[in-house]
């Protein structure tokens, strides 16, 4: 009976036991990522990125050009019919945003922190420096497969989101953010799908993007490593 007894007492300490080492922290699923997408010094000497993607909007079809230079210089033009319909850019302090429609604007301060972080060439590498704490709050079925949810949070708590990466590859599968747009907050998820090697860099090239009933699906056509993209690209007026 005793026995009995003092097994049924271990029993919820073996299992917090076995979680702990089953789950690993924030900091690990950050690293294995990072592993998973080429590595932090194969990273690190990477300066700029030239991506070049399609989508389709309303029926018709566009183009993207994302330029994103260390740490988080970055524009992002989106071209239909030949036509500019909206762009974003960042200095690394400020974000300009604009369209055919107009109703341009500049975010500096807390209004832009958003936007800087998540325009950062490859976060991750950054968060120690930016003072971003992550938390795991356990796993999720993302396309079926087991993935890491990591909460991240910036140091004065203004910015909130949330990253899922795979548990087995280590690649980083979604991610859920909170935007604010002209009718509030409304709520991004981005799915990252297909992985390919670009010259040591897995990046991928498939997207599925939805903010409130809006939906994107978006490819990854070209993407240039170091391609000589110039500071005077990411001029904010």
């Known amino acids: 009976m005793k026995k009995a007894i003092l097994t049924l007492l271990l029993l919820p300490a073996l299992s917090c036991w076995a979680t702990a080492q089953t789950t690993p922290t924030a900091d ?14 194969f990273l690190a000497t990477i300066d700029n990125l030239n991506i070049q993607m ?14 994103q230079k ?11 019919n030949g036509m500019e319909v909206f762009k974003m850019t960042s200095d690394g302090t400020k974000i300009a945003t604009g369209g055919m429609r107009g109703g341009s604007q500049v ?9 800087l972080i998540q325009g950062t060439l ?38 909130l989101w949330t990253d899922y990466y795979e548990a087995g590859s280590g690649l ?11 009718r509030g907050e409304v709520e991004q998820t981005i799915q990252y799908g297909d992985y390919k090697d670009f010259k040591g860099l897995k990046y991928p090239v498939s997207f599925s993007q939805s903010m409130g009933p809006m939906q994107m699906q978006i490819a990854v056509d070209k993407v240039k490593i170091n391609d000589g993209v110039k500071d005077s690209e990411f001029v904010v007026k």
């Open 122 to 159: 490859f976060p991750e590498l950054h968060f120690a420096e930016m003072g971003i704490k992550s938390t795991v709050e356990g796993t999720e079925k993302i396309a079926g497969k087991d993935a890491y949810k990591v909460k991240h949070t910036t140091a004065d708590g203004a910015v």
């Open 28 to 41: 690990e699923i950050i690293a294995k990522y990072l592993m998973a997408i080429g590595g932090k010094d």
């Open 107 to 115: 975010l500096e301060g807390k209004d832009a922190q958003q936007a």
């Open 54 to 67: 399609s989508t389709e909007m309303q029926g018709n079809p566009m183009v993207i050009t994302l330029k």
């Open 70 to 80: 260390a740490p988080n210089k970055y524009v992002r033009v989106m071209v239909a």
């Open 172 to 182: 980083k599968v979604q991610t859920v953010a909170t935007q604010k747009s002209p």
